[in-house]
């Protein structure tokens, strides 16, 4: 990890602030996936991408981790919580409600990963109060959001890529 994204991560943590919800939310897409199969699990480079997610957010103070029954989020969320040592929680790729209803009632006090996917992203930030419309790419791997939830100032959020 570069100086530069281990700092803007510390930054995202120190910012955070409690507000009856998670101090912070981080939400990834599933790594790259094989292109054949009605569930298509990963290929070589998405095993390798989601251990360098797994390296990547070593010191985030994650506790735990949320997929989608989808064979590509499930085995990209597998790799991080196997390496941190984390739970995981699986919910169906379309219950964006059921996803936010866990959040609210199960880790209200956690930091959380999401895998996500392209689709599903936009209306996981749009629910837990992101304003603003946002699209992930279709060929895009390597997004990092960080959702801080507040009070006062409002909700904030970062986006990085990895490098």
């Known amino acids: 990890m570069t100086t530069q994204l281990a700092f803007l991560v510390l930054a995202a943590l ?36 989601s251990a360098s997610w797994a390296s990547f957010l070593e010191h985030a103070e994650i506790d735990h981790v949320i997929t989608t029954d989808a064979r590509r989020s499930q085995q990209t ?44 992203i936009p209306s996981i930030l749009s629910r837990i109060g992101h304003p603003d419309t946002l699209e992930v790419d279709q060929e895009d791997y390597s997004n990092l959001f960080i959702f801080i939830p507040g009070a006062g100032e409002g909700a904030r959020l970062i986006q990085m890529r990895m490098p």
């Open 14 to 49: 120190l910012l955070a602030t409690s507000v009856n919800a998670q101090e912070v939310l981080f939400i990834i897409r599933h790594a790259e996936k094989e292109v054949a199969g009605e569930d298509p699990g990963l290929t070589q480079d998405g095993r390798a991408r």
């Open 77 to 120: 969320g597998d790799v991080i919580a196997q390496a941190l040592g984390l739970a995981q929680t699986q919910i169906a790729i379309q219950d964006v409600t059921g996803l936010i209803d866990a959040l609210e009632f199960e880790h209200s006090e956690d930091r959380v990963l999401i895998v996500g996917h392209t689709e599903t």
